[in-house]
């Protein structure tokens, strides 16, 4: 079945640093893909999406480029900020069921 | 405000009793979602309908139960046969196709007294 593997964490940098989390997925046709965040004690909130290869979905100074070559769908950010500590899921939709299928997400931390 | 509204936020059961979570959403969406979040893991599918009056099993539906009698409505049961009910449950609703985003309730914590 379809399944999403994201990097371990968590993840500790400083302000303005750099971030990558790494996501990749296995899939039979062409799913569609997001990541979400979760803030502690909530729901999940729709960062960004990517609908078919080569797409890139952007949002809040966040990009991810679906690469069907890699099966990848990498999460960045140019300059993290504290607000962005959070947990970062990495998902595709089933196109059976339309369900989504998560990857076990990465704790991002972020220090001033 | 459009959104899902989960409740209540926090529920405790005794053993041996079915409860009710509750999920209403006001945004017109056909597809309505269960998932089960478990710490540190990600979340994974009870149930899910694509339209009222229909639903289907998802990943890890023994032990629970559901209807969808009203669009806007999809209440979850979870019954005695679930063994290991403690966790974060989560309901999301989208308007169908796979291309979609999936909106997200708060949640309910579910634990066992």
């Known amino acids: 079945g379809d399944s999403v593997t994201q990097m371990e964490g968590p993840v500790t940098l400083s302000e303005e640093a750099f971030l990558t989390i790494n996501c990749t997925y296995t899939a039979t046709g062409y799913p569609s893909l997001f990541w979400y965040v979760q803030y502690p004690g909530e729901g999940l909130q729709l960062l960004l999406k990517?609908?078919?290869?080569?797409d890139k979905g952007s949002n809040k100074g966040f990009e991810a480029t679906y690469r069907k070559e890699t099966t990848s769908f990498h999460l960045e950010k140019g300059s993290v900020q504290v607000s962005d500590s959070a947990v970062y899921f990495c998902?595709?939709?089933?196109?059976?069921?339309?369900?989504?299928?998560f990857g076990s997400g990465t704790r991002l931390q972020v220090q001033p | 405000d459009g959104g899902i509204t989960q409740s209540p936020k926090y529920l405790f059961r005794k053993e041996g009793q079915n409860v009710t979570l509750s999920c209403e959403q006001n945004?017109?969406?056909?597809?309505m979602y269960w998932y089960r979040q478990d710490p540190g893991q990600g979340l994974r599918l009870i149930y899910y309908s694509q339209i009222v009056n229909d639903f289907q099993k998802g990943d890890i539906a023994e032990g629970y139960s559901v209807s969808r009698e009203k669009k806007e409505s999809f209440p979850l049961t979870v019954t005695s046969a679930q063994k290991n009910p403690t966790a974060f449950y989560l309901c999301a609703s989208s308007m169908g196709p796979e291309n979609q985003p999936q909106h997200f309730g708060d949640g309910t914590r579910l634990s066992i007294l």
């Open positions: 990517a609908t078919k290869a080569d």
């Open positions: 945004l017109n969406h056909d597809a």
């Open positions: 998902a595709l939709t089933d196109t059976g069921r339309r369900a989504l299928t």
